[in-house]
């Protein structure tokens, strides 16, 4: 018997659109400056595909719409235990990721954010809902 998670793995799903509402392929913009927008809120909880164009890019989920990685982040012996340091998605990198849950507290925004910052300007990274039904 498979895990849930080997089930939603094994439901990779081709992008898909009705031509009217959005499509479940997302297109984020990736320049010098760090940002983070909200991802679709249905995605939380499924697997996306990842892929950069143009650039390199440093992320990482997080539901504080603040919390932005530092591509210029150093090595350290200790391993850097910074906030800011996002994992590495190199320019043309594809990379399949679960979207993590947004913390359910009341009086809070429920939202999870996709903060990136890239290794240069005019980038993209292209993000497509790869499990679910949304």
Same mark, same amino acid.
């Given at each position: 018997?498979?895990?849930?998670?080997? @089930?939603?793995?094994?439901? @990779?799903?081709?992008? #898909?659109?009705?031509?009217?509402?959005?499509? #479940?392929? $997302? $297109?984020? #913009?990736?320049?010098?400056?760090?940002?983070?927008?909200?991802?679709?809120?249905? /995605?939380? *909880?499924?697997? !996306?595909?990842?892929?950069?164009? *143009?650039?390199?890019?440093? /992320?990482?989920?997080?539901?504080?719409?603040?919390?932005?990685?530092?591509?210029? =982040?150093?090595?350290?012996?200790?391993?850097?235990?910074?906030?800011?340091? +996002? /994992?590495?998605? %190199?320019? *043309? =990198?594809?990379? &399949? !990721?679960?979207?993590?849950?947004?913390? %359910? @507290?009341?009086?809070?925004? &429920?939202?999870?954010?996709?903060?990136?910052? +890239?290794?240069?300007? +005019?980038?993209? @990274? /292209?993000? $497509?809902?790869?499990?679910?039904?949304?």
């Amino acid at each position: 018997m498979s895990s849930a998670v080997e @089930v939603k793995a094994q439901a @990779v799903r081709a992008p #898909t659109s009705d031509g009217t509402n959005p499509s #479940t392929v $997302r $297109r984020y #913009t990736l320049d010098l400056a760090a940002r983070s927008d909200a991802v679709p809120a249905a /995605w939380q *909880g499924q697997y !996306v595909t990842l892929k950069a164009i *143009g650039a390199d890019c440093y /992320w990482f989920f997080s539901h504080v719409s603040t919390a932005l990685p530092e591509a210029a =982040e150093a090595a350290a012996n200790n391993g850097n235990p910074d906030p800011a340091l +996002g /994992w590495l998605l %190199r320019d *043309g =990198e594809v990379m &399949d !990721v679960l979207v993590p849950m947004a913390p %359910r @507290v009341p009086g809070t925004n &429920d939202a999870i954010y996709f903060a990136r910052d +890239g290794s240069d300007n +005019g980038a993209s @990274v /292209w993000m $497509r809902l790869s499990s679910g039904d949304a």
